[in-house]
């Protein structure tokens, strides 16, 4: 079945660590990518896309993704993570003959101070 | 500020009744989706209006319906309300180019929770 699937139920960090968060998709052809973040109490807010070019994408407050095509991936990163960031990440897939954005079941991260 | 406005923040409704959640989409934005988030869960795809008909629908019965108006805002219907309908459900907004990955806008939702 076509899904969305991120690894990771809840991940707890401290701060200044590294973080990766894992996505894969099963959707076939060109899709378009997406990363959403949702703080506590508030909506969902974009992180990053991606839907051509260079596969690695910088998004807003230090996030990165990488687009591996062969592996049906778009994993999250960032190099040190702060208490801020502690929240519910969600990967989304916009794939052909779709109009909607299909999510996986999201990260929670929790980051302690 | 969300450009997203959904109303009410929050709903108590009994079992067996109807309910009816209201989205004005962001300015410019001329296409609706209408999502369920469950607790713990990732947002499922209701269905998406656009031009005032609906486009596409994900995998919910009948009972939920809705409508968009000429000025793009958008109404969510859901009947019969059973327990399992309590969520989050959640408006986006975005231009008639999604296909081309510009992504929604989302709302801060509506909390209803069925008893």
């Known amino acids: 079945a076509q899904s969305v699937s991120q690894h990771n139920h809840h991940v707890i960090l401290s701060e200044a660590a590294s973080l990766e968060l894992g996505c894969n998709y099963s959707y076939g052809g060109t899709v378009n990518l997406f990363w959403y973040v949702q703080y506590p109490g508030q909506h969902l807010q974009l992180l990053l896309k991606?839907?051509?070019?260079?596969?690695l994408v910088k998004g807003i407050k230090g996030f990165e993704a990488e687009f591996i095509k062969s592996k049906f991936s778009f994993n999250l990163r960032k190099p040190s993570v702060q208490w801020s960031d502690t929240a519910e990440y969600f990967c989304a897939v916009n794939a052909p003959g779709f109009n909607d954005m299909r999510f996986g079941a999201g990260t929670r991260l929790t980051v302690k101070p | 500020d969300a450009g997203v406005t959904q109303s009410p923040t929050h709903l108590i409704k009994t079992r067996g009744q109807q309910v009816t959640l209201r989205c004005s989409p962001k300015s410019g934005h001329d296409t609706v989706s209408w999502y369920q988030q469950a607790l713990g869960q990732g947002p499922q795809f209701i269905f998406q209006?656009?031009?005032?008909?609906?486009?596409q629908r994900g995998n919910f019965p009948d009972r939920f319906s809705g409508h968009q108006f000429p000025n793009y805002s958008s109404e969510l219907n859901v009947n019969a309300l059973l327990l399992g309908d309590s969520a989050l459900y959640l408006c986006?907004?975005?231009?008639?180019?999604?296909?081309?990955?510009?992504?929604?806008?989302f709302g801060s939702g509506t909390r209803l929770t069925v008893v």
């Open positions: 986006a907004s975005s231009s008639a180019h999604i296909a081309r990955g510009y992504g929604y806008t």
């Open positions: 209006y656009y031009e005032e008909e609906e486009r």
């Open positions: 991606y839907f051509s070019g260079d596969p």
